[in-house]
T-cell receptor, first 112, second 111 residues
Framework: AQSVTQLGSHVSVSEGALVLLRCNYS??????LFWYVQYPNQGLQLLLK??????LVKGINGFEAEFKKSETSFHLTKPSAHMSDAAEYFC??????????FGAGTRLFVKA | DAMVIQNPRYQVTQFGKPVTLSCSQT?????MYWYQQKSSQAPKLLFH???????NEADTPDNFQSRRPNTSFCFLDIRSPGLGDAAMYLC??????????FGPGTRLTVL
């Protein structure tokens, strides 16, 4: 069965520092991969998506993610964290059909 | 702007009193989903509609039901809410199962 693993339920960075949120997926074929962000008491917002067009995917708010098939990874990065980036981040995969498989989420804390 | 709308944003009900949550969309997507999300957890899929076809997850309690009267609207009915049903309920839509677009959610409190 398809699964998504997010390493680290909590990540803390200083403002201006690099953000790295890790995601690994299990799949025998390149799936559709996504990163969503959720702010408190809000729904999920799509940050970026991988659909096999390019391995480096740029998203909103300065985030990007790189698909690495050999590592079955899709880590999310941002060069310089901002206080407004503090939120919950979910990696997700569509293995096929209509369902999306979500990772457990990573809470990002940004320190001033 | 095309969007997914959920009403109300906050709902308070009493233990055992039926409640209905509403979702509407202007994206004209053919798939609509309902998720339950508890604190610090990933969203848990309850069911989805592909057009008019209803698909229930195997572990969704019978207490949860849904209706989709037309393409734009979808409702979540909780027949007899228990304390354990207090959560954020998220509606989402997609075109043919591709990336999902989420509404802002309804936070349900059960007293």
């Amino acid at each position: 069965a398809q699964s998504v693993t997010q390493l680290g339920s909590h990540v803390s960075v200083s403002e201006g520092a690099l953000v790295l949120l890790r995601c690994n997926y299990s799949s025998s074929v390149p799936p559709y991969l996504f990163w969503y962000v959720q702010y408190p008491n809000q729904g999920l917002q799509l940050l970026l998506k991988y659909t096999s067009a390019a391995t480096l995917v740029k998203g909103i708010n300065g985030f990007e993610a790189e698909f690495k098939k050999s590592e079955t990874s899709f880590h999310l990065t941002k060069p310089s964290a901002h206080m407004s980036d503090a939120a919950e981040y979910f990696c997700a995969v569509i293995p096929g059909g209509f369902k999306t498989i979500f990772g457990a989420g990573t809470r990002l804390f940004v320190k001033a | 702007d095309a969007m997914v709308i959920q009403n109300p944003r906050y709902q308070v009900t009493q233990f055992g009193k039926p409640v209905t949550l509403s979702c509407s969309q202007t994206l004209n997507h053919n798939v609509m989903y309902w998720y339950q999300q508890k604190s610090s957890q990933a969203p848990k899929l309850l069911f989805h509609y592909y057009d008019k076809d209803f698909n229930n997850e195997a572990d969704t309690p019978d207490n949860f039901q849904s209706r989709r009267p037309n393409t734009s609207f979808c409702f979540l009915d909780i027949r007899s809410p228990g304390l354990g049903d207090a959560a954020m309920y998220l509606c989402a839509t997609s075109r043919d199962g591709n990336e999902q677009f989420f509404g802002p959610g309804t936070r349900l409190t059960v007293l």
